[in-house]
């Protein structure tokens, strides 16, 4: 498949060109998230450190986060337990950043979803922080999650609904859960719609704040970005929660 045809796969390039780049950028990453993981989207740290009681502090625990980006995210997680972190992209530029960030106990591919693949029962965690979207067919795509696993190994999933994928009644009737069930794998939810909400309006009010840093860096363009990725936190929580909806899923092989 050409990347280019791939959903945001060229705003992704420009993405992480500037991520690397700009120091306005960083400074807003640990202002509204705690840490820079160099991310177009919606987990913090108190996201993030969910997944921490899951890494076993074995010398051989091995992650992959699909969608990994420049890797940053995998960094804070191998500062934080010395596992072996393994991460996939479509962006060729995340991948040259991540290989050149970490290059100790760790692998980088360029590669898609629903393409890329791994031998079975490779990896004790896999992580998805909002890239299941990105699947042709979810089912299909846990059932290769699935097989990539280690015997008891765990899905760690960040998932929103209401922008990519429509919002559905409640937790249980998401198509992650639907794929989840239909590849018998059981599953634990958190909904965390009220704490995406809260960081919203964190984030905005970072990007306000240093506002004029994008501009001297002539990186305008992503400050309104910024902006508009965060207008529903001019409005209530009760309007929001209607239209918006974010969980986070562990499932067990």
């Known amino acids: 498949m050409e990347k280019e045809n791939l959903l945001f796969y060229n705003e992704y390039e420009e993405f992480y060109e500037m991520a690397e780049k700009s120091t306005a950028f960083q400074i807003f990453c ?3 998230f705690g840490q820079d993981f160099s991310q177009d989207g919606f987990s913090d740290t108190s996201q993030i450190d969910m997944i921490l009681p ?3 502090t074995k010398e051989d625990f091995h992650i992959l986060d699909i969608g990994c980006g420049n890797g940053k995210m995998l960094g804070y997680l191998q ?3 010395g596992a072996f972190i ?3 992209d479509y962006s060729q530029k995340a991948i040259a950043n991540a290989r050149a960030l970490f290059t100790e106990r760790a692998d980088f591919k360029e590669g898609i979803i629903g ?5 079975n029962n490779s990896f004790d965690m896999v992580v998805s922080m ?3 979207y990105f699947a042709k067919d979810m089912s299909v795509f846990v059932a290769q999650i699935k097989r990539w696993l280690k015997p008891d190994g765990i899905l760690f999933a960040g998932y929103q609904e209401g922008e990519l994928v429509p ?3 409640n937790e249980h009737t998401t198509e992650l859960a639907k794929a989840l069930k239909n590849n018998k794998m059981e599953y634990d939810v958190k909904n965390i719609t009220k704490q995406t909400y809260e960081l919203l ?3 905005r009010e970072a990007a306000i704040i240093h506002k004029a840093e994008f501009e001297n860096e002539k990186h305008m363009k992503w400050f309104d970005i910024l902006m508009m990725q965060t207008t529903w936190s001019e409005k209530s929580y009760q309007h929001f929660k209607k239209e918006m909806a974010r969980y986070i899923y562990t499932a067990r092989k």
Request: glycine share 4%.
């Open 115 to 119: 393409e890329i693949d791994y031998p």
């Open 201 to 203: 309006k964190t984030k």
């Open 130 to 132: 909002d890239t299941m």
């Open 54 to 56: 899951y890494i076993s």
């Open 79 to 81: 500062k934080k337990t």
């Open 167 to 169: 919002r559905t009644l």
């Open 30 to 32: 640990y202002d509204a």
């Open 86 to 88: 393994h991460g996939f």
